[in-house]
């Protein structure tokens, strides 16, 4: 079977399954993590650092945008399998266990936990996804890249490196926030209706690469969704985890809606207004949430903090 066979292979029955495959890694497509990246650079407030919003920053935020796509290849099997499930996260199942812990291996301990429970299901961080996890942990890494360039930048010392592991982090951040704003990337409905379909939904397995890649490809363009971003005011996020889970429980909620779309024909060719307008939506989405996040690492990487000096 070939990686994109593989890569499609669907959620069997019905909501509750014996078991779950892995979902589809390549939310949006290469266009449409180059165009978040770029507009979430693109929009930050003048307060961040020059260097986050000059032409090189644009450019290689754009050009890393789908990076983490191309870690997905036979070549590094092992690569591509540790982060697969970084990709998504099914809040079907995840929900099972309650409110989701802010710590990987706590979630990691509770599906295992929550496995006797719903034997029925496969309670394991690949099957039902890992998606908020790796977004917080990158997340962290860009604030502490932040504060160290801060420091550099007291000093009077090269702050170059710091800036080159910003850009990066801030980048890679944004191929998982990106993916948040997909409707199909929180759910067991990822590609084709699984379970009781009473509205006639596709069960085709063309709907996700239809969506997310084909239709963004031939119908938008930078310059559609950058007056959405535009118009909205950069956030300083009280809490990033809590935004975060709310921004893909907002996205959780247009799933259906998704189906409706691709129903009415919203994404074949042309498309339609409702599907282009959609479409736009939830990619100014993305770059506005990574706006914000990026512009919070930033602030909050200002705060004091106790330096690591070893393990006691």
Partial sequence: MSRFARALRFVVASALVPWITVQPSFAWGGDGHRMVNRL???YLPKDVPAFLRNGNALDTMEYLGPEPDRWRNHAEPELG???AAEHFIDFEYADLIGNLPRKRYDYVRALAQAQAAHPDV????EKV???PYVTEEVWQRLKVGMREYRHLLAAGEDT?????AILYYAAWLGHYVADGSQPLHVTMQYNGWNGPNPNGYTTDHKIHSLFESTFVTQNVKFADVAPLVAASQPKLLNDEWTDYLSYLRHSATLVEKTYQLEKAGGFIGDGTA????????RLSAGAIELRDMIYTAWVRSGDPVEEFHGAN
């Fill in 81 to 83: 399998d540790a982060q």
């Fill in 274 to 281: 409702d599907g282009k307008a959609f479409t736009e939506e």
């Fill in 40 to 42: 979430a650079a693109t």
């Fill in 122 to 125: 496969q309670m394991t961080p």
């Fill in 160 to 164: 170059k490196p710091a800036e080159a």
């Fill in 129 to 131: 996804g890992m998606q």
